[in-house]
């Protein structure tokens, strides 16, 4: 172990942790501000806003030595015997006169400004700054900068702490942001017919401690601090990158990154972040429909009703096929195999329609954007294994309903995106009864006897595990819509079980009844577990 | 002093002096030839660490010092960098060396490279300079062509190449990272320290970067011995353990109002005031001076009181000025307002700094801004409190910046506020009788000129 002295608080660091005096004294409960430095990128010391002043302590006499000019925190290791003293009047005034400069230039547009509520530079100032302008009060214009189809730059408000130039270079490897000009007119831009355009673009704009870089997306939609956030998972890909879901009045406005070391660090694709649109669209199922029995018009069912009539009429029906769709929980998979076996205790359990684009995509920094469109095969592939000797497929299940083995089938899908063709989907005309629970009319939802809605992926709770065995218990962000009930909710029902549906009590039972899945059993920690890894570790 | 000859400037006036053929003619390379030889390249670096050089680019590190931090036995390529992007306002002494004594420069990077095992070197050349371009690159060919650059030199096993790169105009790139970055082919934005070039420099690997002036005196050193060179100069101050003296002879760039501007070479502890008199003719058209820039603009200001201080390493230090820096001295003559003087200074510095650190950045376009207001006629007597603690705040040395330029930047509105405070507050209350005594905010002026 290695102790570290904080304004006067000594802490404990692990020998061998690379920490820098930031990290160090964020243990110890002192946050030493900072604009350039960032976790996930190379240190280039040139903010200047985390000058402390350091030392180091004789291990042998005691005696402290401290250094006689101010450093950068940041860059700075702390080791057994530094220092670290953040709040002489020396760093205070450093401190002061880092935002008195930043400001010089800067259009302080707070009113008109996005990240007005979650700005450093905001934020900063009221903690370190001083009341009074001495600079000369000069106009201010507000130009912005295309840079890209996702991001917009307000030239102005930048402070060049030069994050989102090394995200480009370090992390999505694209390099398309740099700095032109020098001193104090530098700003950032792209070169002439080379836009911000990579799949991880959106990142640039969290990375932004000012509101110099603004999401297109979010532009002007919503005041930061009407925002509520819920920690989720990202269902755009097998990855599973943990997110923060920020929403009001159930409507999301955006979703970010969560910092997750073991599954996405501090970052998220294009293709997530902006992938919660459909969540909104009015082309959504919104009520339980049955097809009326003399044509293809189909009647409003109370969800009530749903829950014993879908029970008896696909148990007289016959033989029973489920596809569970790799958009469900653990929770929603356990309870549907539970409740289609309690039916029809030969059911057929299939894993749904498994989506894929291309192949897997990674980039320089680590980061890998999977070919697999959906967050949780190898959950439902674990809880069919849980009833069926072995797992068969949406290709199978499809095979075995034109064979006629089964005489109902019920389909899971929620899939954000058109998955399935008429030809795919005419031999499912057939059946005697069919269940289609989706986000959006299909072909096979358009030959459905029972259409059911489903919920999107932050209108969902309870548990995802991604490409990397990693198993992630989350919150529903929002309620889906009027109408709508969360596939979890319909099956709880249909089991009969009381009060509202928790997936907790779910995952529990998953855990009891499962040796594989025994380690989602406890409270699950906010960045998941590795089953394969807490699974060894128990036997 | 009388007697006192030049040695680095041996073949100015020497009609084609900057050839191999006279180059060999005054003792040239024979030294090289006799070292590669008979010394290990340790030998080399003991031999430079013993005659006490000190880097002439501006920081004056002990040059042999500076060889020993690179890592022992490093198995990969380890890179000589020579820094001639010579951009401090006021100094022309690596031109006169690369113009008409390129071999002597060149025997210098050879021997520097045999010291430090590097087997590349990189001239990193200013782009204002296309003659000194022309006469290296035919010396560097014929360096070649002699046997002296290349594979196995003289027979000796050892090889060299060495590039001559043309920077882009920038004054950071005379600051050692930024140099190596700008090599790189990056920006010049100066790198953070530790590692230190030595440790990790030019493509990550082990590099020493030395001036131009460094070559010349190594290869001077070699020819001469240790203790020529040791008997020139000002020894160290025995009372003060980490003084290493100033050694050797030293090549002053004198500039501004005197009679005889130009390149002299004297012993370094020579006073500004021998210099302006004995060498430069004195002030011109009989005027007094009111200021000196001791070694080029970064440096600050000697006023007329301070002219008998020591131009050697030590000296302009003892004065309030940030050092010897390159050895230009500019004469500011009793004609010139000071504010002129600061302003043209505070310009040079909002245009040059990189823009990297804060402090910097902000702090040397906000000094300018003040001084075109003052100019314009709108000054305060804030300003110049404001002036003052920009100065004090910010740079290496307080800790605010990555690189030196901000200390460059600083020192001259210290300096000048410091001890013309008082023709500062004249002007000002002068020019803006119903403004000056003003503490709130003013408006902006338009600026112009920077950029």
Redesign the interface.
Known sequence: MATVIVDGKEIEIGAHERLNCIEAARRAGVEIPHYCWHPGLSVVASCRMCLVETGTRDAATGKITMMPKLVPGCQTPAKDGTVIVTDTALVKDSRARVEESLLIDHPIDCSICDKAGECLLQDYHFEHGQTERRTDLQPFHSRRRDVGPTVTLFVDRCIMCTRCVRFTREVSGTSELMVINRGSKEEISVFPGFPLDNKLSGNVVDLCPVGALGDKDFLYQQRVWFLKRESNVCGGCSAGCSIVTEHNQDTVYRLKPRENPHVNKWWMCDEGRYGWHHLHSPDRLLSAGRLVSSGEDRETVEWSVVVTRLREELAAAGRLAVAISPMLTLEEAWMLCAAARSIDPQAGLFLGHVPTSGGDESFPGGFTIRAEKCPNRRGIEAIIGLFEPAVRGWDDLVRAVAASEYDAAWITAAYPHAWIDDVTAAPFGRLRSLVVQDLFESPLSKLATWRLPAAGFAERSGTWVNVAHRAQTFTAAVRPPAGVWPEGRLFWNMLGRRGLYDPNAVRRQIADSSVSLAAIGGDMPAHGVDLRVDQLAST | MANFQPVLLEAVGVPGGHTLKSYRERGGYAPLERMLKEKQPAEVTELVKASGLRGRGGAGFPTGLKWTFLPKDHPGPIYLCINADESEPGTFNNRILMEDDPHQVIEGIILSAYATRATTAYLYLRYEYPQCWDRLQSAIDEAYAAGLLGKDIQGSGFSLDLYLHRGAA?YICGEETGLIESLEGK?A?PR?KPPFPAIEGLFRKPTVVNNIETMACVAQIARRGVDWFRSIGVPADPNNPRDPGSYGPKLYCLSGHVERPGCYEAPLGITARQLIDGHGGGVWKGRKAKAVIPGGISMGLLTEAELDTPLDFAGPGKVGCLGLGTAAVVVIDETVSIVDFLHNSCRFF??????????C??????SL??LE?IRAGKGRLKDLE?LAEIGN?MGM??????CGLADGAAWPIKNAIKKFRGEFEEYIKRTNPSGWMVTD?????PIVG??
Not at chain 2, 350 to 359: D, I, K, R, V
């Open positions: 920038a920006r934005w953070i909002a245009h040059e700094s990189c823009g990297q650190c804060t402090p950045r902000e702090g040397t376009a906000w801004r003040m207001r404001l705040t040395m307080p800790g605010s910046t990555i905010p003013v408006p902006a002026l920077a950029h």
